[in-house]
Every structure is written in structure tokens, then in C-alpha cells.
């Protein structure tokens, strides 16, 4: 018995062992030119570190980079700071020390970033922002920024629920935000917040589910008790939870008299603005900041410059094209 | 009268007694706060169809906590149940999406759950392993297996999927919803087995004094895996019944939730070193969190205001806990 337990303990801890380096250490997969075909990246090691990789459309960039670094012939190495802001940092200085040939950064702090940027510049290591631009100080040592101007983009979402319903019409507002300390919710946030001013619109505290559509829901039928049918709008900064504002607003009954807008483009986010039950949805699609962040790479190795800009497209979804887009969201 | 102050002293020390009475202040206050607030004519927090529905809401932490209950009493406990509600709501949800079988999808998900709660159980009570640690370890290999299943993606199972799972997450008897039958249930099974069988109380045996379980006879190897089995496939339950209400789920679709269980449980008066508690306390920390939660949201406070307020009311509810278990008494008669 006791031999058993103790094969049992060792089974155990590789296992464990296993399962945190999956979890919340680095992978690092590599394949040669000839493998994928790719040339562009050949003999390249391009380091990735994410705030996180298991939120689905964060994780998505992540796994999408990986794949299109991947087929372009680079290794990659990837570590996930699994939320914890100060860990970019300290992970992003372990890339540096590593020698990669570019590091690319998806979340964190934009005001740590520019201290990552400006320790990486000092190292010849380009860096390249993903989906978040870094601090102003930082921006002389990031190479590139990726992605669509998360703070705009809420502005151009509120205007566009500014133009269907008035500036005047006093509407009362409930947001639905993910998680309070990333900062590609504060930027939302900030964007929406900066176009309500110039409405009288009554906006309520945000609510954050993090990333669980079931409190997502649980706000939101909270929100319904209290308010009853006054709620005129919800704004959702993610698809995911939004879905589950909008069963609350179907469960008591209120489709249609709330009107739900939201960003991310997902496939049941998609068909519910077909069904009537949202306005809008903006496809913001992971797969397009990959693939720019990786031609941005590509572009400053063999040139040695690249625009610091590069914006991937956003796409409106509402009534009047949504059947073009349903089934078409990344998942 | 006398019979009256007898019966009021008898029942404050009942297991989360002073949490019960505190809660219903909170109620009080809410209401009060709320009729100044609000324009509404008539009650808004202190209705039925609000204490029902926040009873509903407490259903997924509820379940959980009840099995948690019995591993805590152990002097044991379990930090991965929150991983391994995120893991198992991936594993319900491709199960669903995969074969469309809701006998498989529900049933299937509380298996896996018993087994994963097995797992913790025997690395504690067989490998002897310390449960801190070891359940930190298992919450990092549901992790990852929650990503793995999920692809690191959204699974969303079909609005037309099996009706049978559909019903076990949506049907209502009249004004009762089915996750509040599913959460009585629970808590009285659990309650019960606690509370009138000889394994629930060589449970309490483990807790207060494990060298003296042992020469008693009790087997507390087994009865600790058990407990884990039962947290797991309650597990293992509330993932089933949140697939079946919400339909869809990601990587990270509840993580953080331990934290939230373990405040229950131990909000409902179970002692962290084990011996002490009882399932129908866990009952008053799972409605106190719930009420404490959702008035907030209805009184629209800021997130920053409302951890501030939480952790201040957590801190004096659990104070005045131990205060009465050392026989401190605060308002003395003059």
C-alpha cells in the first residue's frame, strides 16, 4: 500500500507539474521553414506574452499568432501572465533575456509597457502592442500597434446608439464590462464615457461578471428588479457577457423595449441581432490582429521600419446587414 | 416573555444564527435605502419575487458550498472548485454540443465531477497530501484541462438542444425555478446526511480531533475521500444545471468563484480548522452573499464601493462570530 501511495504521489506531481506549465508557463513550439512551408519568419524566435489566454477572444489572439507565426517558419514562445499585470513585465524582461528576435505584447498596463518598450529598445528587441496601444512615453520604443483604437471604437458605438435614439432623450443606460483592472475595459469604458457626455443620458455604475455570462445575467435581472422598465439601453463591452444580459431582458419579458448593444462579433451575439434581440454588435476579429501583428514583424525584420499604426478593421452589425455576418464570427 | 428571551437566546446559538439576524437587518436596510432612492411606488428589494430570485441566483455557489461544507468540517479544504466548475461546464458543454444528449450531458458532468473530487480526494486522505496545496495543484490541471477542451474559446451550445437538459436548467413550479428545487434538495440530502447519519457525525469527529477519530475506529481516510466525492459531483451538478440555464461557456467561465464559495461556507459558521458547522448555516452565508451582491447592484454602487462595503461587512459578521464563540458579550446589561 504504501509502495502504491507513493507511486501515486510521484504519478501526482508530474502531472501537476505538467499542468502548470501548460497552465500558466511558457510554451514554446518551433518548426522549421520547410515544415510549414513559410519563409518570412525562417530561423526568427518571436516571443509572445498575453495578459491572458484563456478569455476567448484574448486567448484567440494568442492562439492565432502562434499559428500564423508559426506557418511563417518562426518559433515561438509563448508565456501567459494569466491576468496579473505585474507579470508582463517580469515575463517580457525573461523574452529579452532570452534573446528573441521580437516580442509582442498583448494586454497589461500601457504605462508598465512603456518601461517594457523602452528596456526592450535598449536590448535591440523590437516590440509590437497587441490590440493596446502603450503609454505616450513608451510609443519612441514600440515598433508597431495593432488593432483597432479600443477607446474609439466604444466612442463610434455610442455614437451610433447616440444617433438612433437622440442626444436629448434621457435614456437610462446599463453597462455590462468584464473585468474592472484590464485595461482594454477601461479604454471601453473611457470611449462610451467620453461620447455620453455630451448626451443627458443617465448611465448607471458598470457592472464587471469578469468573464462569467451567468453574472452577466444575474446583474442584469438585479438591474430589471430595481429599475423595472426604466432600463432604456444596455451598452455590453464584450459579446460573451452580453448574451447573458440579454436572456435576463428575455426571461422578464422586456425584448425589444431595452435595446442591447454590444462589441466582439460573436456567432450568438450575431444571430441575436438577427432575432431582434440587439441592436448591434462590432466584429473585432482576433484572427485580423494576428495576422497584422505578425506582417508588422515581418515587415520591420526585413526593412527595418514598419507604420506604428496599423489598424484592423471594425464592422458595424445591425439589422440592415446582418444576414451577410451570421454564422461568420470566429466562434 | 421569559419563553420568548429563551427562545431568542436558544436561537442565537444556532449555527449562523448572528449571520441569519444580520442578514435580515441588511434587508431591512436595503428596503429602507431603496424606497428613499428609488421613484417606485410600493416594496423592491423586500418582495418574494426578488428573495426568490436571488435564492436562484445563489443556486451554482449554493450547491457547490453545501458539498464544500462537509470537506471544510474535516479540517480540510477545497481550492479548486472553481477550476473544476469552469472545467466541467467545458466538458457539459461539448458533451452537448458533440452527441446532443442531455442524459449524457447532465449525468455525464456530474460523473466526471465525482471522479475529479475523488482525485482530491485521495491525494488528501490516502497520499496524505496537505489539501491547501494539493487542491491548488488539481485547480491548476482543471485549469488547463478547461482550456484544453475549450480550445481557449467560447462553446456555445445550441438554443435547440435536448429538452431534457434544456428542462433541468429552465422549468419553473410556478413561481419556484428549478435551480432553487435543485438547491433544497441538495441542502437538505446534504443537511440530513450531515446531521442524523453516523458518517456525518464521525465527520464532525475528524475535524475536532483526528488522533482521537482514528482510535475511535472511525475511517477517516475514506470518509475524507467521500466528502471530496460529494463536493466534486456537486460540482459536477452545478455545472450541469448552469450549462442547462446558460448554454454557453469559456476558459475562465468561473473562475475566481472559490474565493466566493469558501466566504459562504465559511459566512455560514463552518470553522476553517474543522468540527463546526452545518449545512443549513451554509444556507444563511449563501443568501447573506446573495443579498449583500445583488442589493448592491440594485443600488447601482460603484465596484470599488461595494468590495469596500463587502470585506467591512464580512469582517464585523464574522467578528462577532468568534466574539460569541469566546463568550463576549457585546452589549453587556447594566
Not at chain 1, 494569466?82 to 507579470?87: G, L, R
Not at chain 1, 444571430?271 to 431582434?276: E, M, T
Not at chain 2, 462537509?70 to 481550492?79: A, E, F, S
Not at chain 2, 458518517?199 to 470518509?223: D, E, H, T
Given at each position: 500500500?504504501?509502495?502504491?501511495?507513493?507511486?501515486?504521489?510521484?504519478?501526482?506531481?508530474?502531472?501537476?507539474?505538467?499542468?502548470?506549465?501548460?497552465?500558466?508557463?511558457?510554451?514554446?513550439?518551433?518548426?522549421?521553414?520547410?515544415?510549414?512551408?513559410?519563409?518570412d519568419l525562417?530561423?526568427k524566435?518571436i516571443g509572445y506574452v498575453t495578459i491572458t489566454s484563456?478569455a476567448?477572444w484574448g486567448g484567440l489572439v494568442g492562439t492565432e499568432f502562434e499559428r500564423i507565426a508559426k506557418e511563417k517558419?518562426a518559433?515561438v514562445r509563448v508565456l501567459?501572465a494569466?491576468?496579473?499585470?505585474?507579470?508582463i513585465?517580469?515575463?517580457c524582461?525573461?523574452m529579452?533575456?532570452?534573446?528573441v528576435d521580437a516580442l509582442a505584447i498583448f494586454g497589461g498596463d500601457p504605462?508598465?509597457n512603456a518601461?517594457i518598450a523602452?528596456?526592450a529598445d535598449?536590448?535591440?528587441v523590437p516590440m509590437f502592442m497587441c490590440a493596446l496601444d502603450v503609454a505616450e512615453?513608451g510609443r519612441q520604443y514600440v515598433k508597431a500597434c495593432v488593432g483597432p483604437d479600443q477607446e474609439q471604437m466604444c466612442?463610434d458605438?455610442?455614437?451610433?446608439?447616440?444617433?438612433?435614439?437622440?442626444?436629448?432623450?434621457?435614456?437610462?443606460?446599463?453597462?455590462?464590462?468584464?473585468?474592472?483592472?484590464l485595461d482594454d475595459y477601461?479604454q471601453r469604458?473611457?470611449g462610451?464615457?467620453?461620447?455620453?457626455?455630451?448626451?443627458?443620458?443617465?448611465?448607471?455604475?458598470?457592472?464587471?461578471?469578469?468573464?462569467?455570462?451567468?453574472?452577466?445575467?444575474?446583474?442584469?435581472?438585479?438591474?430589471?428588479?430595481?429599475?423595472?422598465?426604466?432600463?432604456?439601453?444596455?451598452?455590453?463591452?464584450?459579446?460573451?457577457?452580453?448574451?447573458?444580459?440579454?436572456?435576463?431582458?428575455?426571461?422578464?419579458?422586456?425584448?425589444?423595449?431595452?435595446?442591447?448593444?454590444?462589441l466582439t462579433g460573436?456567432?450568438?451575439?450575431?444571430?441575436?441581432?438577427?432575432?431582434?434581440?440587439?441592436?448591434?454588435?462590432v466584429m473585432n476579429r482576433a484572427g485580423d490582429i494576428a495576422e497584422e501583428t505578425v506582417n508588422a514583424i515581418i515587415e520591420y525584420l526585413s526593412t527595418g521600419s514598419t507604420e506604428y499604426y496599423h489598424y484592423t478593421p471594425l464592422t458595424?452589425?445591425?439589422?440592415?446587414?446582418?444576414?451577410?455576418?451570421?454564422?461568420?464570427?470566429e466562434? | 416573555?421569559?419563553?420568548?428571551?429563551?427562545?431568542?437566546?436558544?436561537?442565537?446559538?444556532?449555527?449562523?444564527?448572528?449571520?441569519?439576524?444580520?442578514?435580515?437587518?441588511?434587508?431591512?436596510?436595503?428596503?429602507?435605502?431603496?424606497?428613499?432612492?428609488?421613484?417606485?411606488?410600493?416594496?423592491?428589494?423586500?418582495?418574494?419575487?426578488?428573495?426568490?430570485?436571488?435564492?436562484?441566483?445563489?443556486?451554482?455557489?449554493?450547491?457547490?458550498?453545501?458539498?464544500?461544507?462537509?470537506?471544510?468540517?474535516?479540517?480540510?479544504?477545497?481550492?479548486?472548485?472553481?477550476?473544476?466548475?469552469?472545467?466541467?461546464?467545458?466538458?457539459?458543454?461539448?458533451?452537448?454540443?458533440?452527441?446532443?444528449?442531455?442524459?449524457?450531458?447532465?449525468?455525464?458532468?456530474?460523473?466526471?465531477?465525482?471522479?475529479?473530487?475523488?482525485?482530491?480526494?485521495?491525494?488528501?486522505?490516502?497520499?496524505?497530501?496537505?489539501?491547501?496545496?494539493?487542491?491548488?495543484?488539481?485547480?491548476?490541471?482543471?485549469?488547463?484541462?478547461?482550456?484544453?477542451?475549450?480550445?481557449?474559446?467560447?462553446?456555445?451550445?445550441?438554443?435547440?438542444?435536448?429538452?431534457?437538459?434544456?428542462?433541468?436548467?429552465?422549468?419553473?413550479?410556478?413561481?419556484?425555478?428549478?435551480?432553487?428545487?435543485?438547491?433544497?434538495?441538495?441542502?437538505?440530502?446534504?443537511?440530513?446526511?450531515?446531521?442524523?447519519?453516523?458518517?456525518?457525525?464521525?465527520?464532525?469527529?475528524?475535524?475536532?480531533?483526528?488522533?482521537?477519530?482514528?482510535?475511535?475506529?472511525?475511517?477517516?481516510?475514506?470518509?475524507?475521500?467521500?466528502?471530496?466525492?460529494?463536493?466534486?459531483?456537486?460540482?459536477?451538478?452545478?455545472?450541469?444545471?448552469?450549462?442547462?440555464?446558460?448554454?454557453?461557456?469559456?476558459?475562465?467561465?468561473?473562475?475566481?468563484?472559490?474565493?466566493?464559495?469558501?466566504?459562504?461556507?465559511?459566512?455560514?459558521?463552518?470553522?476553517?480548522?474543522?468540527?463546526?458547522?452545518?449545512?443549513?448555516?451554509?444556507?444563511?452565508?449563501?443568501?447573506?452573499?446573495?443579498?449583500?451582491?445583488?442589493?448592491?447592484?440594485?443600488?447601482?454602487?460603484?465596484?470599488?464601493?461595494?468590495?469596500?462595503?463587502?470585506?467591512?461587512?464580512?469582517?464585523?459578521?464574522?467578528?462577532?462570530?468568534?466574539?460569541?464563540?469566546?463568550?463576549?458579550?457585546?452589549?453587556?446589561?447594566?
Open positions: 500500500m504504501k509502495k502504491l501511495t507513493k507511486i501515486l504521489a510521484l504519478v501526482m506531481a508530474v502531472a501537476m507539474m505538467l499542468a502548470l506549465a501548460s497552465c500558466g508557463g511558457s510554451s514554446s513550439s518551433g518548426s522549421s521553414a520547410a515544415e510549414s512551408g513559410g519563409s525562417s530561423g524566435t484563456t476567448p517558419g518559433t501567459d494569466q491576468t496579473d499585470v505585474a507579470k513585465a517580469e515575463y524582461q525573461q529579452i533575456d532570452a534573446g504605462n508598465a518601461e523602452k528596456a535598449e536590448a535591440g512615453p466612442y458605438i455610442a455614437q451610433y446608439i447616440i444617433e438612433a435614439n437622440g442626444a436629448d432623450s434621457g435614456m437610462k443606460v446599463v453597462q455590462i464590462s468584464g473585468v474592472p483592472f477601461i469604458e473611457a462610451f464615457a467620453r461620447a455620453m457626455t455630451e448626451t443627458n443620458y443617465n448611465v448607471l455604475e458598470a457592472d464587471y461578471a469578469y468573464s462569467s455570462r451567468t453574472d452577466a445575467k444575474t446583474f442584469m435581472e438585479n438591474h430589471i428588479t430595481a429599475e423595472g422598465d426604466t432600463i432604456d439601453i444596455v451598452m455590453g463591452y464584450d459579446d460573451d457577457l452580453t448574451m447573458g444580459a440579454v436572456a435576463a431582458i428575455d426571461e422578464a419579458g422586456l425584448t425589444g423595449s431595452i435595446k442591447v448593444y454590444s460573436q456567432n450568438d451575439a450575431i444571430q441575436a441581432v438577427a432575432d431582434g434581440k440587439m441592436e448591434l454588435t458595424f452589425i445591425d439589422k440592415d446587414n446582418v444576414q451577410d455576418y451570421i454564422g461568420k464570427g466562434f | 416573555m421569559s419563553k420568548l428571551k429563551e427562545g431568542w437566546k436558544k436561537f442565537l446559538t444556532l449555527n449562523g444564527a448572528s449571520m441569519f439576524v444580520a442578514m435580515v437587518v441588511i434587508i431591512i436596510l436595503f428596503e429602507i435605502v431603496m424606497q428613499l432612492t428609488k421613484t417606485t411606488s410600493g416594496l423592491v428589494f423586500m418582495t418574494p419575487g426578488n428573495l426568490l430570485g436571488i435564492l436562484r441566483q445563489q443556486a451554482y455557489i449554493g450547491i457547490i458550498a453545501f458539498g464544500l461544507t462537509l470537506v471544510m468540517i474535516t479540517g480540510n479544504i477545497d481550492l479548486s472548485v472553481g477550476s473544476m466548475l469552469t472545467m466541467l461546464c467545458c466538458v457539459c458543454a461539448k458533451f452537448m454540443m458533440s452527441t446532443d444528449n442531455g442524459f449524457l450531458g447532465f449525468f455525464g458532468t456530474i460523473a466526471i465531477g465525482a471522479v475529479c473530487g475523488l482525485l482530491n480526494g485521495v491525494l488528501v486522505s490516502h497520499v496524505k497530501l496537505n489539501s491547501f496545496i494539493t487542491t491548488l495543484g488539481t485547480s491548476s490541471i482543471f485549469t488547463a484541462l478547461a482550456l484544453k477542451i475549450s480550445a481557449g474559446t467560447v462553446l456555445v451550445i445550441p438554443n435547440d438542444c435536448s429538452p431534457f437538459f434544456q428542462f433541468m436548467g429552465t422549468a419553473a413550479l410556478g413561481p419556484i425555478h428549478i435551480l432553487i428545487i435543485w438547491l433544497v434538495i441538495v441542502a437538505v440530502v446534504l443537511g440530513l446526511l450531515l446531521s442524523r447519519t453516523v458518517f456525518g457525525q464521525q465527520l464532525y469527529s475528524i475535524g475536532s480531533n483526528p488522533v482521537a477519530a482514528r482510535f475511535s475506529g472511525i475511517k477517516s481516510k475514506r470518509n475524507i475521500c467521500i466528502s471530496y466525492v460529494i463536493t466534486g459531483a456537486c460540482c459536477g451538478l452545478a455545472a450541469a444545471v448552469m450549462m442547462a440555464n446558460a448554454l454557453s461557456s469559456n476558459p475562465q467561465n468561473a473562475s475566481g468563484k472559490e474565493m466566493e464559495i469558501i466566504l459562504c461556507v465559511v459566512l455560514g459558521g463552518v470553522s476553517v480548522t474543522g468540527g463546526k458547522g452545518s449545512v443549513w448555516g451554509t444556507i444563511i452565508g449563501v443568501m447573506f452573499y446573495g443579498v449583500l451582491s445583488a442589493g448592491f447592484t440594485q443600488l447601482n454602487l460603484s465596484i470599488y464601493l461595494q468590495w469596500v462595503i463587502m470585506g467591512a461587512i464580512m469582517v464585523a459578521a464574522l467578528s462577532m462570530d468568534v466574539l460569541k464563540e469566546k463568550g463576549v458579550r457585546l452589549w453587556k446589561k447594566k
